[in-house]
């Protein structure tokens, strides 16, 4: 079962980026949420772009 989660959006400058000009990039992205199943039935957890490609997988 592959089922997204609601989407998010970074901002144009980014986060994490160490050095750059704009204040809130230097800051870490963090990301939480939820899932209406049991941690069992979870394998992984992915972040993919609006185009599919897979940027972060994190196993369960």
């Known amino acids: 079962m592959n ?3 609601p989407l998010r959006s970074v901002p ?3 986060f994490g980026i160490e050095g750059s000009a704009h204040e809130g990039a230097r800051l870490p992205l963090y990301v939480d949420g939820g899932a209406a199943m049991a941690r ?3 394998d992984r957890f992915e972040v993919r772009a609006f185009g599919g490609e897979r940027l972060v997988v994190i196993d369960a």
């Open 40 to 42: 069992s039935d979870i």
């Open 3 to 5: 089922e997204p989660a």
């Open 12 to 14: 144009k400058w980014g």
